[in-house]
């Protein structure tokens, strides 16, 4: 009689191939991790004392550079602080020789002191005191700007007005309303002028012989 096969050991052996078929990638997964943990790191190199001493020299001198450049900002500094510290206190005072002046002029129209020795004497007492405040001035550097005659030159000069006048070349300064000062290499405050122009008929004797130019 042919033994009869059991069933259920067909089944047994197929879960058995079932369960090594899933344990494999596992194993396998495991593999996987423990070679990649076992790659070499990669090695940190290591800065040679040779290295470190070019480095800090290299600090050290651009920490010194940084050092001067405060030191001359510093320098340049001071020496602008004591310059031009009392910029605003010299236009202040300028102020005074405005003033003397104004008073000149007052005097000088006033019809009731016209020609008279009272009058002369207030006007050198006034200059003598113009002279000193422009003497006092120049110790510190404090110059007027000489301008009459002179071309217009707006970085010190101010035109005010256009007086017509042949004998000047246009532009050329024949009037002196505010004088104008310097202090040191620095503009105080430019001269208040007025500046020479042709007049008409002039101007427009100009303008012909110009275009009879272009004409031929």
Sequence with gaps: MEKEENPNSA?????????????KPENSDTENKKETSQEPKEEIKEITPEEKIIELEDKITRTFAEMENQRRRFEKEKEEAFDYGGFSFAKEALNLIDNLERSKQTLKSDQSLKDTEALKKIL?????INKDLISIFLKSNIKPIECLNKKLDPNFHQAMMEIEDDQKEPGTIIQEIQKGFTIKDRLLRPSLVGVSKKTEKEANKTVENKENLESK
């Design 11 to 23: 089944s047994v052996d197929q879960k058995q191939d079932v369960v090594e078929e899933t344990e």
């Design 124 to 128: 050198d007492h006034l200059e003598i």
